[in-house]
């Protein structure tokens, strides 16, 4: 497809400009494909990175439930402790707090209740009977321990169906912290071992996978924060009471609380994953908190990293395109400026003859052969036709059908001019030894028909001299053009009117009405000696053969001058005039042949240009130039 028809003439001819609109447009689908590739890293390595962090809360949630089941059964075991005998209430404050002191952080205490008796309990009623507190004799509603309520919404009862069974409460504020109580029944049956928990203490322990990392406990009914790593415990709306996260809405929506659910979600600061704690005595579920920018630190790298590339790229075209433009391009457009000068004739122009190895320096290369091989044949061309055919320039062997063309000219050339040469030598000897004896035979014909004529009557004697006369005019007029046509014109202000008044005072006008319409001053730039030369032979052609008037006028050209002259005459014979248009000479029957021959070859030294008219009168027409205003425009005469 040829793309100049579509585009301006400034860019497809300009291979720079197509360099880098294909850049650019390489670049634009780099950049496309590159960013389209981004988005598609980008999403694969969020989805992949809120992935990670779901799997995070869930490691963590499966870590929580191990240890609350753990705890869970450390409570059962430690129930059927035999230093736990409430019938002897030091060995079992000895017991509990010796056990205390053995666990982990996140037990604070241990209590001893009664059973409740048989009618319906909360949990509340019970009395301690021994505490790792100073409670004892209290009733349990001093631990603030509240056991909630049951999947179906009924408030659970401080009842236990056997002695394997374990109760677990609600998360709870005690003193400042939220709690979590484990109970189990003792061995007499009549008793029951509380522990009570600060879970808050292990999530603060929680594992971090990403710098920045935050582990929060959610409530499985109310979906509100129970245990946070980084901040106090306290029992509040997860994000505040007026945004409602994914993870809040999944908890406040299901039928069942303590159905699991888990997933993540990619919010405008953080992202968040989230896990139920799979653990039948608790529905808690764990969210991990991770900083947007350091969960995406990934995709933010990918992203930067893409971006660097294209950048990159975009450099690199950029860089490529300067590269050629500041090194081929500027050398092949001042190889083609050149070219242009030597194709214009401009030889003088200097072409580096380098070293380059690549394709441009094989073309400058080439480019300076090729010079010289046009300055071989200049050089040749001068000297043949300055006809120094001895020159060293017309020895040296120029390859190629120009150089056999070259040989060709230059043996035919030598061969014109030997010839011309000897025609010449025989003309100038033929012409002066005929005008020297023509001259003095017509003389004696001329002396000797003047003395029949005075002695006789006849008409021969003035035959004779009447032949002589024109045969001397023919002399004189061939004498003439002799000079004109071999003279180095020089060229001076001449004023024409001045010129044709000069000539017809010489003209024998004896009998013939002559009328003129020149200018007072018609002055231009000419050979005076040469115009002189060819205006004369039509002003006596027109005083000859008029039948009565002659008519002369001088207007003024664009060019210079045009000279007209008229005469009533029987006009000037066709095969004359078809001899001139031909350039060929039929045999002379009088003077006036050869007078158009000097009229013609004037004019055409002066630069003019010749018409002739013949329809009612004959009428030559000349236009003569200004020879200084063609000089002045460059023009050579």
Excluded: C
């Amino acid at each position: 497809m040829d793309s100049g028809r579509y585009l301006p003439t400034s860019l497809y001819s300009r291979y720079a400009v197509k360099l880098l609109g294909v850049s650019m447009l390489i670049t634009a689908v780099i950049v496309a494909s590159g960013t389209a590739i981004a988005y598609q890293v980008s999403d694969r390595v969020t989805e992949e990175q809120l992935q990670s962090v779901e799997a995070n809360a869930e490691l963590e949630a499966e870590s929580l439930a191990r240890w609350f089941e753990g705890e869970q059964a450390s409570i059962r075991l430690l129930s059927a402790h035999n230093g736990i005998d409430p019938s002897n209430q030091t060995m079992t404050n000895e017991t509990i707090s010796s056990e205390l002191r053995r666990a982990p952080d996140e037990l604070v205490g241990l209590h001893v209740v009664e059973r409740a008796p048989a009618q319906p309990s909360n949990g509340t009623t019970e009395r301690i009977v021994a505490s790792t507190d100073s409670i004892v004799g209290e009733e349990l509603a001093a631990t603030n321990i509240d056991w909630g309520e049951n999947a179906d919404g009924d408030e659970v009862l401080f009842q236990f169906d056997g002695r394997e069974d374990i109760l677990v409460s609600w998360v709870y504020l005690d003193e400042g912290n939220m709690s979590v109580a484990i109970a189990s029944p003792t061995r007499d049956g009549e008793h029951v071992l509380i522990g009570e928990y600060h879970p808050s203490t292990r999530i603060a322990n929680a594992t971090e996978e990403f710098d920045g990392e935050n582990t929060v406990v959610l409530g499985g009914v109310s979906s509100y924060v129970m245990f946070e790593a980084n901040r106090p415990n306290e029992f509040r709306p997860y994000k505040g009471e007026s945004t409602v996260t994914e993870v809040e809405s999944r908890i406040n929506s299901r039928e069942n609380q303590f159905a699991p659910i888990n997933g993540s979600e990619l919010g405008e600061t953080e992202v968040r994953g989230y896990h139920s704690v799979p653990s039948d005595g608790v529905n808690w579920v764990v969210v991990k908190e991770v900083p947007r920018s350091n969960a995406l630190a990934v995709t933010s790298r990918i992203q930067t990293y893409l971006g660097g590339l294209i950048g990159l790229m975009f450099l690199g075209f950029l860089l490529l395109s300067w590269m050629i433009q500041y090194g081929p391009i500027n050398t092949i457009e001042r190889l083609s400026r050149q070219a242009d000068a030597i194709a214009s004739g401009d030889l003088n122009v200097e072409i580096e003859n380098g070293n380059r190895a690549d394709e441009v320096g094989q073309l400058q290369r080439s480019l300076f052969k090729t010079k010289s091989y046009i300055e071989a044949i200049t050089d040749q061309a001068e000297k043949i036709s300055r006809r120094q055919f001895d020159d060293e320039a017309v020895e040296e062997n120029i390859p190629g059908p120009v150089g056999d063309s070259m040989v060709a000219m230059r043996d035919d050339l030598e061969q014109f001019i030997a010839e011309r040469e000897l025609r010449e030598q025989r003309l100038e000897v033929f012409n002066r030894v005929l005008r020297h004896n023509l001259r003095n035979r017509l003389d004696v014909i001329d002396s000797h028909a003047e003395q029949l004529a005075e002695e006789t009557d006849s008409d021969h004697a003035q035959a004779v001299l009447s032949a002589t006369d024109r045969l001397a005019e023919i002399g004189t007029r061939a004498r003439q053009i002799d000079r004109l046509m071999t003279r180095e014109p020089k060229r001076a202000r001449v004023d024409l009117t001045t010129v044709l008044r000069d000539l017809l005072v010489e003209i024998d006008a004896e009998g013939v009405i002559v009328e003129t319409d020149l200018p007072p001053a018609a002055v231009l730039r000419t050979d005076e000696e040469t115009l002189r030369a060819t205006l004369v032979s039509p002003l006596e052609n027109a005083v000859r053969y008029t039948d009565s008037m002659v008519t002369i006028s001088v207007e003024s050209t664009e060019r210079g001058y045009s000279v007209v002259i008229s005469d009533d005459g029987p006009g000037i014979p066709t095969t004359e005039l078809d001899s001139l248009a031909a350039g060929t000479e039929t045999d002379l029957r009088h003077s006036r042949g050869l007078g158009l021959w000097q009229l013609k070859w004037g004019v055409d030294a002066l630069n003019g240009e010749l018409s002739f008219e013949d329809e009612t009168e004959t009428t030559v027409r000349i236009e003569l130039p200004d020879l200084g205003a063609e000089d002045s425009e460059g023009e050579q005469p």
